[in-house]
């Protein structure tokens, strides 16, 4: 398997406008996380997914972020409007179903919005 | 709640000397517990994770990790360092039941000099 596969691997963009991030997880895992780093806050989880459904997003930090998971071998991270806070390195990672096992991670986004 | 701390932003060692970055966590039930490791402008490799049985938990790339119920302690260690070994670090601590995410502190960064 490829691993975790994360499109695109850098974004720059205008505030305001409208940011798509997408994710391909491992094959056969049943978990999907979004994870956001910056410098300040360090790795934070935003949303994850459980078989396709989101099980907490409590990490989402405003409105203006929603993700998806149509189906069990992509998913994406949305934010409109954007804005400069919003830069920092969005991370991807899936992991089998049993709470014990490690997630594996994609190679991140990095957004910049100016 | 689920939290990680990780006492040191930045961890210096000469090369060959043994290094170790700490990492304390809290968590209701009992913890599922795991290092990672981030090269610059990559993704989070998993190094080695405790579950249960052994204190000693021995990874990749020669590092090991020793768990303290009573400490709530998980710290990361390598007997004799090596310059590659400069990195960022990451703990996570997952509660022991299905479905939940790994948490991250905040990371520490080792630097490891010839």
């Known amino acids: 398997d490829a691993g975790v596969i994360q499109s695109p691997r850098h974004e720059v963009t205008e505030m305001g406008q409208e940011v798509t991030l997408r994710c391909k997880p491992i094959?056969?895992?049943?978990?999907l996380f979004w994870y956001r780093q910056t410098m300040m806050r360090g790795l934070e989880l935003l949303i994850y997914f459980n078989n396709n459904v989101p099980i907490d997003d409590s990490g989402m930090p405003e409105d203006r972020f929603s993700a998806k998971m149509p189906n069990a071998s992509f998913s994406t991270l949305k934010i409109q409007p954007s804005e400069p806070r919003d830069s920092a390195v969005y991370f991807c990672a899936s992991s089998l179903r049993t709470g014990n096992t490690e997630a594996f991670f994609g190679q991140g986004t990095r957004l910049t919005v100016v | 709640a689920q939290s990680v701390a990780q006492p040191e932003d930045q961890v210096n060692v000469a090369e060959g000397n043994p290094l170790t970055v700490k990492c304390t966590y809290s968590?209701?039930?009992?913890?599922?517990l795991f290092w990672y490791v981030q090269y610059p402008n990559r993704g989070l490799q998993f190094l080695l994770k405790y579950i249960t049985g052994d204190n000693l938990v021995k990874g990749s790339y020669g590092f090991e990790a020793e768990f303290n119920k009573s400490q709530t302690s998980f710290h990361l260690k390598k007997p004799s360092a090596l310059v590659s070994d400069s990195a960022l670090y990451f703990c996570a601590v997952r509660e022991g039941q299905a479905g939940t995410a790994l948490i991250f502190g905040k990371g520490t960064t080792l630097s490891v000099s010839s």
């Open positions: 094959s056969g895992h049943d978990y």
């Open positions: 968590v209701s039930g009992n913890p599922y």
